[in-house]
């Protein structure tokens, strides 16, 4: 493939109708696209009426338009990629004017550093690679040409037509209106202010959660920077830029979203903490808001909490083998503490509430006290802290424990305190959930007892501690299988050597395959659709409670632990890589410390 002056272009031809290049039809037919014969009845019809080859071959159904994509980028030499569920951000839709994708039918899909991915229908139109080259000059890029669909060209040009014309319209109407200024001046005075009522303002903020929502995000960002203001969602736990907004309108989006979470607009030195309600389609969702100021203004991050998905089964978070039956074991004790750890984000809530669902029936009093309370439990009771009033994890607990509980579920054991009061509660009778912050179920002990527990008291009421990760699923309908390359092999069998017989249902230990996702338009061409958990499952046995009432160190544990068969969430998801689940690349992600 050649250079031409910045724009990777294709090396066959300049004709301006690709399907018509010189030795296209030949092409097809020599590598299997078309078979011969269609080609010629093809080719007498085109005699006929005149159409374009390209457009013979689809209306005859002998290729769709996606094949006929992949055949032109054959032939020209470049790469294919399918726009049909793509995913733009806007800062990379906003480096060619709209005027140019719209008139060139071309469209910027990916930039990575310097280097600007450009889909084109029409390899040969040599006007198109002149505005190119012309855009990667002025804007200092690389550009490097793709092959797509006309179609699935024209369907991202619109969705971003549309996103951009309703945000661009309503910042049309406020540039008619009082600048940020005047508006900071009307709240101070406490003056509502108009800006915040008016259509566009409304209009710019509905698109924002509208859109993550219809994208299952978990988390929107509102990010303030010097010139202007990014909108990010967190899709499968990775964060997307999604729309780049003026400076202009940063502090009336603010102001609108305090609102909608009943927080106080006149407030912008302090963190605040607010949620609200909306429903988008069949979906009804609860936002729950934090605002935190920052040197170019307030940030807010909104986590979407879905109302209408019930909670996964333990087999569909991805419990299984020793561990799941561990789990099920402990879970059905009549007292004792279960303990699950992992950091901000790790699925820990989810886990718990998938837990309690389970539990949940009309003999048993569940009362939990959360922070906040992120999903609502038909039959339990569920309270929430108040940290401005004083009701905290340890002032609720002991509140809760005067409720005659059978199962208390705590949100965060932060403190001594709280740890105290929670092992008092393990310790008569009652059975209590709860999460700690530690990156593995070993560092749980030595981090109660770092906290001002005696270790005869861990050992006499933590039953069990879980840690757990998530990592992203292969998109199942574009699962392939992958490359597996010495050193990824060596490592993976490393870690089979210590795990028991009972965890390789599923795959051939002795014939090892790993799988990826190519990418297609159910999964927005990520390769993954959804997330999965990844776990280490450690019941307080007896040879395990001698070694903490000992204070041994954590290596001695885990060598203990091998000999009960526990695996370690590295280990859990090198059995999940196997199976075709997820990637090593995603284990690797979340397990690295």
Request: hydrophobic content about 40%.
């Amino acid at each position: 493939m050649e250079n031409f002056n910045g724009v990777d272009t294709p090396a066959k031809t300049n004709s301006s109708n690709t399907s018509a290049a010189p030795g296209f039809e030949k092409f097809l037919v020599d590598n299997g696209f078309v078979q011969a014969q269609a080609l010629a009845q093809v080719q007498a019809l085109r005699q006929q009426n005149g159409e374009d080859l390209g457009q013979q071959l689809i209306a005859q159904k002998i290729l769709d338009e996606e094949d006929l994509a992949k055949a032109k980028a054959a032939f020209f030499n470049l790469p294919y990629v399918d726009l049909r569920q793509a995913q733009v951000p806007a800062n990379v839709f906003d480096l060619i004017p709209m005027e140019s994708i719209s008139f060139y039918n071309f469209v910027p899909f990916e930039l990575a550093e310097e280097n600007l991915k450009v889909a084109t229908a029409d390899p040969g139109n040599l006007s198109a690679l002149e505005a190119l080259e012309f855009l990667s000059r002025e804007q200092n890029l690389q550009v490097q040409l793709y092959i797509a669909s006309p179609t699935s060209i024209k369907i991202l040009i619109g969705k971003k037509r549309s996103l951009k014309k309703v945000v661009g319209e309503a910042l049309k109407d406020i540039e008619t209106q009082e600048s940020a200024e005047a508006v900071q001046v009307q709240i101070k005075k406490e003056i509502k202010p108009r800006v915040i009522e008016d259509a566009p303002i409304i209009k710019i903020v509905e698109v924002i959660l509208s859109n993550a929502i219809e994208a299952n995000a978990s988390d929107i960002h509102v990010e303030p920077s010097e010139k202007d203001v990014r909108v990010r969602y967190r899709i499968d736990g990775i964060l997307r830029t999604s729309l780049m907004l003026p400076k202009t309108v940063q502090l009336a989006i603010v102001t609108r979203i305090k609102i909608l979470s009943n927080l106080k607009i006149d407030e912008s030195r302090l963190p605040q903490d607010g949620r609200f309600h909306m429903e988008v389609g069949k979906k009804a969702v609860d936002l729950r808001v934090a605002i935190l100021p920052l040197i170019y203004g307030e940030k807010i991050v909104m986590r979407i909490l879905d109302k209408t998905s019930k909670a996964p089964s333990l087999d569909q978070l991805g419990i299984r083998g020793r561990a799941l039956q561990w789990v099920k074991e402990n879970i059905q004790k009549t007292h004792g503490i279960f303990l699950i750890t992992g950091p901000t984000g790790s699925g820990k809530s989810t886990t718990l509430y998938s837990i309690l669902s389970i539990l949940n029936t009309a003999s048993v009093n569940i009362v939990t006290l959360e922070d906040p309370v992120e999903y609502f439990i038909e039959g339990v009771n569920q309270s929430q802290i108040n940290q401005d009033i004083g009701l905290t994890f340890a002032s609720g607990l002991r509140s809760i424990l005067r409720q005659d509980p059978n199962i208390v579920m705590v949100g965060e054991i932060r403190d001594k305190e709280t740890a105290e009061i929670a092992v008092h509660a393990a310790l008569t009778g009652h059975l209590l959930f709860s999460t700690l912050h530690t990156n593995n179920s070993i560092g749980a002990m030595p981090r109660l007892i770092d906290m001002g527990i005696e270790p005869f008291l861990l050992i006499a009421s933590v039953n069990v501690v879980m840690a757990q990760r998530l990592v992203r699923k292969i998109c199942p309908d574009c699962r392939v299988q992958a490359e597996l390359s010495k050193a990824l092999e060596e490592e993976i069998k490393k870690n089979l050597a210590t795990i028991p017989e009972d965890y390789f249902e599923g795959f051939e230990k002795t014939s090892l395959k790993v799988f990826k996702g190519q990418g297609c338009e159910k999964c927005g061409h990520t390769g993954y659709v959804g997330r999965y958990g990844i776990f280490e499952v450690l019941p307080m046995v007896p040879d395990i409670q001698d070694l903490i009432m000992a204070k041994s160190s954590a290596h001695k544990i885990y060598e203990a632990t091998l000999k009960m068969g526990m695996i370690t969430m590295k280990q859990d998801g090198i059995i999940k890589v196997l199976r075709g689940e997820t990637t090593m690349d995603e284990v690797i992600r979340v397990t690295t410390e």
